[in-house]
């Protein structure tokens, strides 16, 4: 495992100077299928680590296993956590007044369906009653009325939005494309550098991240979020809390304030 971990510490080194690529990192980290908690290293130190009874019930019934309470983020979950962060250096390139007609008016040629829509939230989920008056209720917003109003429509795209709407989206969409083409290198980057320190973090953070758990707790915990009441040890509560109702009707907190 220490191998395992200064390899992983060697390939960040080589990410933030330069020296590899975050592809070249990414093929040999994250592309051998096997996840560093798969690897016999990994499981051997877990003994370790392991209690002789459930830090949550006090059951002493084997198998005893370590449950994790944080987990590595996604590499796609680092993508969306970073990418705004490159996307303010290049807002305000593009306006709205850049925008052409031109460009309005070829997006709004995707809308070729004319639909009914609510008169006040403009959204096409509307009822129309046979003995009612108002004849119409949308389905939305709960108004009535009696004649709706025509709106442009696409099957893949839904309602035409308004052309001031439509600039300010065409504008969004130019700014991401201008972020990815100058910045998908430092992103990406980033984005492994992260991945590598959240795996490190999940092999060696064993004392703050986990607790010994028997099988039934760690089913309970992962399956339902729900953990044994802490003061009877019978009840099941949601795993923020301390104590049951019973319980705290014998005067015990539901949550501890640390």
């Known amino acids: 495992m220490k191998i395992y971990l200064n390899e ?15 592809q070249e990192v990414s093929n040999i980290v994250f592309s051998s299928g096997t996840k560093p908690w798969q690897r016999k ?24 296993v370590l449950q994790h309470f944080w987990h590595p983020k996604s590499y796609k979950k680092h993508i969306r956590e970073i ?12 306006n709205e007044n850049e925008i052409s007609d031109k460009e309005i008016q070829d997006v709004l040629k995707l809308f070729t ?10 959204k096409i989920s509307i009822n129309e009653r046979k003995t009612m008056t108002p004849k119409y209720r949308c389905g939305r917003c709960k108004i009535e009325f009696d004649k709706p109003i025509k709106l442009k429509f696409s099957t893949q795209h839904g309602v035409a939005p308004h052309p001031d709407e439509l600039r300010k989206k065409l504008v969004r969409e130019k700014t991401q494309l201008l ?50 009441c802490k003061v009877c040890g019978e009840k099941l509560v949601s795993t923020l809390m301390h104590a049951c109702y019973k319980c705290q009707q014998e005067g015990h907190p539901g949550v501890l304030i640390e």
Do not use: H
């Open 83 to 94: 990418y705004p962060i490159y996307y303010q250096k290049v807002d305000g390139v593009y």
């Open 8 to 22: 992983l510490k060697s390939y960040k080194s080589s990410l933030q100077n330069g020296t590899m690529t975050y």
């Open 179 to 228: 972020a990815w083409e100058k910045y998908e290198v430092e992103i990406k980057t980033e984005a492994v550098i992260r991945s590598i320190d959240d795996s490190i973090r999940y092999l060696t953070n064993w004392e703050e991240d986990t607790k010994t758990f028997c099988k039934r707790c760690a089913f309970l915990w992962d399956k339902y979020r729900k953990k044994p």
């Open 113 to 122: 369906e004319t639909r009914d829509a609510c008169p006040s939230c403009q």
């Open 41 to 64: 290293e990994w499981r051997n130190q877990r003994k370790d680590f392991i209690k002789e009874q459930c830090e949550q019930c006090g059951s002493k019934q084997q198998p005893l």
